[in-house]
């Protein structure tokens, strides 16, 4: 028997930062969406743990760990040490989320794997364990199984669903050089240090809670935001030229996809969003695809 599971990408539509921890890891206010880009996550009993990656994008492919480094396995550990088995799994993943874009394609694999070998094995486990495990795994991990939009506190991991009645639309700009969280983080602390200025207290500001529950896209332009996106142009000033084409483009905003290097462009409506996404296309920005959002969290899509 297999269990085949969707996970969707998400987006910080706001990435409020504070200061560096002394775990290392950064106090987080942020809004999460799902967006319609999916990796399946197929999985089957077996001897012992593997795991196969495979997507359109081949170059990118190459630095997913296909051994017990993947994520993917380690959620497949954690899930099994929570519930004293000895049982191993073979797992399939296919890859529809651009590799280090900034738009948690390992945290969906992740919880696209929790999910699955739960369903697998019967296991029941209740969603408050599982979205424990989860954060344990990454901090990003608990919004891909909920999906939709939520609030992220704490250094991402405690989640909350937000009323979100929009039905938005967006060009994910793809790049073909991931860029590293880790090194983005840092980028961060070094520019709070060399201006003195240490961050704040991160809050989500009202408007774009607003913005959601009553699906004004104009409201929501005005009211994204990342804390990442100044270090991320410092450490990849090629990107100030998507973020350009994109307001030539006529998208209504831009923004940064977390840590980057993926850009996001919001559009009026689907109709919008394929004509910003051509004229991405004839600037040379080949991977871009006008997605929806909010999508569906992790859910199973067959058992054969
Ligand atoms: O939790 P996750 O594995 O996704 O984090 C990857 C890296 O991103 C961490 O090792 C850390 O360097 C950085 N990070 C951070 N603060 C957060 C989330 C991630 O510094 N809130």
């Given at each position: 028997m297999t269990v085949t599971v969707r996970a969707a990408a998400k987006i910080n539509l706001h990435l409020g930062v504070g200061a560096v921890r002394p775990d290392g890891f950064h106090p987080l206010a942020t809004a999460y969406q799902a967006v319609g880009l999916y990796d399946d996550v197929l999985v089957a009993d077996a001897d012992s743990w593997s795991v196969t990656v495979t997507g359109a994008d081949h170059v990118a492919l190459a630095?997913?760990?296909?051994?017990?480094?993947?994520i993917a396995i380690r959620a497949g550990l954690a899930l099994t040490a929570h519930h004293g088995l000895d049982r191993a799994a073979r797992i399939e993943i296919h890859k529809g989320i651009p590799v280090?874009?900034?738009?948690a394609g390992g945290s969906a694999d992740a919880a696209a794997t929790l999910l699955a070998l739960d369903r697998l094995w019967d296991l029941r486990t209740s969603d408050e364990d599982l979205l424990r495990i989860a954060g344990e795994l990454g901090s990003d991990v608990p919004f891909a199984l909920l999906g939709g939009a939520a609030t992220g506190h704490g250094r991402g991991e405690i989640v909350e669903p937000i009323t979100d009645n929009g039905a938005w639309w967006w060009v994910v700009v793809g790049n073909e050089t991931g860029l590293s969280t880790p090194a983005v983080y840092r980028h961060f602390d070094e520019l709070n240090a060399r201006t003195g200025t240490a961050a704040t207290d991160p809050e989500i500001p009202a408007d774009l809670v607003t913005a959601l529950r009553t699906g004004d896209v104009d409201l929501l332009a005005l009211s994204l935001g990342n804390d990442l996106q100044r270090p991320a142009l410092d450490l990849r000033e090629d990107l100030r030229r998507t973020f350009d084409d994109g307001a030539d483009a006529g998208a209504l905003a831009t923004l940064l996809s977390g840590s980057g290097p993926t850009v996001l462009l919001l559009c009026r409506d689907a109709e919008h969003a394929r004509e910003v996404a051509g004229a991405m296309l004839s600037k040379g920005?080949?991977?871009?695809w006008a997605v929806p959002a909010p999508v569906a969290g992790a859910h199973v899509v067959s058992y054969d």
């Open positions: 630095e997913v760990p296909q051994n017990e480094d993947n280090a874009g900034g738009l920005h080949e991977h871009c």
